[in-house]
């Protein structure tokens, strides 16, 4: 796959209007600023493909990337607490409807901030993928922010806080320096020539 070719297409701010899947699709998952536009600006080596904010909660729409035989597909993040009732419902909704459809989707990649455990949120998504036996990759994301020693005991923290952790593919990653972008890139390889197949 070429990364540099992907292309925004489209964003939906109500689950109706996302049109039926005409390719596989592979989910980008996880808490208000963990840092998903950024991982998907890095693996298609743009600045502003997806757009980063500092703020929390911008992205407030399901924003899909295309590339090839594959629909990159950007959710919104959860968990914000300075959001309006209405609009952490329209979120769930948009979430849960994307999620509990009959779409295509062939992965998700579950973003978890590394220096900190997982949110009571967080732990409700793993356990949904878990549940829905959806093939999913943890991301640890901001792994350039922790020191050796901080990181070592973080990933033995997981362990207890993440259900499952031990059997789950877990990748840190890292805007700064790269790790885990090949790594990522691989898995989607491969995703995507199971599709060929």
Not at 82 to 96: C, G, H, P, Q
Request: aromatic residues 12%; contains cysteine; glycine residues 4%.
């Amino acid at each position: 796959m070429n990364y540099n070719n992907a292309e925004f297409c489209a964003s939906y701010g109500t689950f109706s209007q996302i049109p039926s899947p005409e390719r596989i699709e592979i989910a980008f998952a996880g808490r208000s600023n963990v840092g998903k536009s950024t991982l998907i600006n890095k693996l298609f080596n743009r600045k502003n493909l997806a757009r980063v904010s500092s703020v929390p909660g911008k992205t407030a729409t399901i924003n899909f990337y295309g590339l090839e035989n594959v629909y990159f597909v950007d959710l919104p993040g959860y968990g914000y607490a300075k959001v309006a009732k209405t609009e952490k419902t329209r979120w769930s909704k948009l979430i849960e409807g994307y999620l509990n459809s009959d779409r295509d989707l062939r992965l998700v990649f579950m973003l978890v901030d590394m220096r900190h455990a997982p949110t009571e949120d967080d732990i409700n998504m793993i356990n949904y993928l878990i549940d829905t036996e959806l093939p999913f990759v943890i991301v640890l994301t901001k792994a350039d922010k922790l020191r050796k020693t901080q990181r070592e005991s973080r990933m033995e923290a997981f362990k207890a806080e993440i259900p499952y952790f031990d059997e789950i593919n877990v990748i840190p990653f890292s805007s700064q320096t790269f790790e885990g972008v090949e790594e990522l890139r691989h898995i989607i390889d491969d995703v995507a020539a199971e599709d060929e197949e």
